[in-house]
């Protein structure tokens, strides 16, 4: 979809009361998600908009006006159209310094998934790495291997993602923790064999670390190029309890997959706009039988 439609879409929807577009239909579950929150958006991000904590804050607070906040399991396995249930995806330090202590303050359940490799500052996200190379420092003179150095160097100084400690306290503190793969690859561009080992290996992770009593996995990115089969596999295997992937308001083919609605987008949209956006263009989708993704 182009920014043109998008937009006018997003700004059609924005005329009409939440209820009048949401309607009595039956919906998928609500799963709005995020990354971070901090008053000052991190040199190693330029994908997204990160919000500020009363940011954050005011966008919880009418979420919490329109909605109820339940856990994942419930969210999923007796869904409502007045329910939801956030989650934050990569591991990093402020979802334990700052997000979850605004989460418990409100009394909010959420889940944070996590990658292995990231976690205790051991690998630098290469989508980090990028947006480094462009802002911050300075390759020019530098060899491959003196790079990597930069890096390391820029991981131990500035510690972007949760240690190993942190991620099971917010265990203790009753948030779910799931896996978001070893080290964030784009799944369309590696073999599913590769795709099956990245979400049996992240699990295996989060198993032996945060012991969590539902088994779930968010697909790194998006899951386009995740076929049936792979679905088929994972169930069969019992690998999961439930997998996400990030296409919006829309139901899914695969087994106990469900799609996440990602709030901090570039278009720097409110929580009212991507919710009013949400549902007014599975209004328009469902003119065409259009909201399902097939595999």
Same mark, same amino acid.
């Given at each position: 979809?182009?920014?043109?439609?998008?937009?006018?879409?997003?700004?059609?929807?924005?005329?009409?009361?939440?209820?009048?577009?949401?309607?009595?239909?039956?919906?998928?579950?609500?799963?709005?998600?995020?990354?971070?929150?901090?008053?000052?958006?991190?040199?190693?991000?330029?994908?997204?908009?990160?919000?500020?904590?009363?940011?954050?804050?005011?966008?919880?607070?009418?979420l919490l006006r329109h909605?109820?906040?339940?856990?994942?399991?419930? #969210?999923? !396995?007796?869904?409502? &159209? =007045? $329910?939801?249930?956030?989650?934050?995806?990569?591991?990093?330090?402020?979802?334990?310094?700052?997000?979850?202590?605004?989460?418990?303050?409100?009394?909010?359940?959420?889940?944070?998934?996590? #990658?292995? !490799?990231?976690?205790? &500052? =051991? $690998?630098?996200?290469h989508r980090f790495k990028e947006s480094l190379q462009k802002r911050v420092i300075d390759f020019s003179t530098s060899t491959e291997g003196d790079s990597e150095t930069l890096f390391a160097d820029y991981l131990r100084k500035q510690r972007p993602f949760m240690s190993t400690e942190e991620i099971q306290n917010l265990g203790a503190r009753g948030f779910l923790i799931g896996a978001h793969s070893l080290d964030h690859p784009g799944f369309a561009e590696i073999s599913e064999e590769e795709q099956y080992r990245q979400v049996k290996e992240s699990m295996d992770w989060v198993n032996r670390v945060a012991a969590p009593s539902f088994r779930v996995f968010s697909f790194p990115f998006t899951d386009v190029g995740v076929q049936a089969s792979l679905f088929e596999k994972l169930n069969k295997d019992r690998i999961t309890d439930a997998t996400f992937g990030t296409a919006g308001l829309k139901h899914d083919a695969a087994h106990r997959h469900f799609q996440r609605i990602p709030m901090e987008r570039k278009q720097n949209w409110g929580a009212r706009k991507v919710v009013h956006f949400e549902y007014f263009y599975y209004f328009v989708r469902s003119l065409a039988g259009k909201n399902t993704v097939t595999r």
């Open positions: 979809m182009n920014t043109a439609v998008r937009n006018l879409i997003a700004f059609t929807g924005s005329l009409f009361p939440l209820r009048v577009i949401r309607g009595k239909k039956t919906y998928p579950p609500f799963l709005p998600f995020y990354h971070t929150v901090n008053d000052k958006k991190p040199e190693y991000i330029d994908q997204y908009v990160v919000r500020t904590e009363k940011t954050f804050e005011r966008e919880l607070d009418y909605y109820r906040a339940v856990d994942l399991k419930t #969210c999923i !396995e007796k869904p409502s &159209n =007045r $329910q939801f249930h956030l989650s934050f995806d990569d591991g990093l330090r402020e979802c334990s310094s700052v997000i979850a202590p605004i989460l418990i303050r409100k009394g909010i359940p959420a889940t944070f998934f996590v #990658c292995p !490799e990231f976690v205790d &500052n =051991r $690998q630098l996200f």
